[in-house]
Antibody, heavy 119, light 107 residues
Framework: QVQLQESGPGLVKPSETLSLTCTVS????????WNWIRQPAGKGLEWIGR???????NYNPSLKSRLTMSVDTSKNQFSLKLNSVTAADTAVYYC?????????????WGQGTLVTVSS | DIQMTQSPSSVSASVGDRVTITCRAS??????LAWYQQKPGKAPNLLIY???SLQSGVPSRFSGSGSGTDFTLTISSLQPEDFATYYC?????????FGGGTKVEIK
């Protein structure tokens, strides 16, 4: 069973960089696309982007200029960096894997971590 | 981006009721559609992929249908644990996009 766990600061100051890590167990991080998805309180889901071990990344065009994603195969982890954050970036951030082989369908999820942007 | 529109935004139903949720894509997505269930404070859980394929471990009372631009999720007999918010998501092209959600509430 694939398990994912997000980690990182829960509070980030405006204009600074939001950094999160997702640790994967039960699956090889080298074999799948790994995604970040966020959800502001009381709102819907927004795909942020995805990364693959070969360095392939796909980003949401609405966030692309502020995003960096990468994979660390030695730790079975992948990461998200979002710079120049504002209050609009406050949300629960989920990491998710495309581990079922059905395209960009998210069949494994972390529990989510709340990130608040505030001074 | 492909826009996904769900209806209704909320529905009140009783245990045992049949519930149908619809999802419309702004352009054709073949069968590249998934449905998720989300309970408060929890991550979404995949129910259906490829428009009509049931994810392993999901009860058979859940079913999906459709192709092209119009899709439905049906719960044949609503159970207490099914009260939640449901989202559709297209996987035809990047960026993947989600519908606005349908909240299934207790009548």
């Amino acid at each position: 069973q694939v398990q994912l766990q997000e980690s990182g600061p829960g509070l980030v100051k405006p204009s600074e960089t939001l950094s999160l890590t997702c640790t994967v167990s039960g699956a090889s991080i080298s074999s799948y696309f790994w995604n970040w998805i966020r959800q502001p309180a009381g709102k819907g889901l927004e795909w942020i982007g995805r990364t693959y071990t070969s360095g392939i990344t796909n980003y949401n065009p609405s966030l692309k200029s502020r995003l960096t994603m990468s994979v660390d195969t030695s730790k079975n982890q992948f990461s998200l960096k979002l710079n120049s954050v504002t209050a609009a970036d406050t949300a629960v951030y989920y990491c998710a894997g495309e581990t079922g082989g059905h395209g960009a369908i998210f069949d494994s999820w972390g529990q989510g971590t709340l990130v608040t942007v505030s001074s | 981006d492909i826009q996904m529109t769900q209806s209704p935004s909320s529905v009140s139903a009783s245990v045992g009721d049949r519930v149908t949720i619809t999802c419309r894509a702004s352009q054709g997505i073949s069968s590249w559609l998934a449905w998720y269930q989300q309970k408060p404070g929890k991550a979404p859980n995949l129910l259906i992929y490829a428009a009509s394929s049931l994810q392993s471990g999901v009860p058979s009372r859940f079913s999906g249908s459709g192709s092209g631009t119009d899709f439905t999720l049906t719960i044949s007999s609503l159970q207490p644990e099914d009260f939640a918010t449901y989202y559709c998501q297209q996987a035809n092209s990047l960026p993947p996009t989600f519908g606005g959600g349908t909240k299934v509430e207790i009548k």
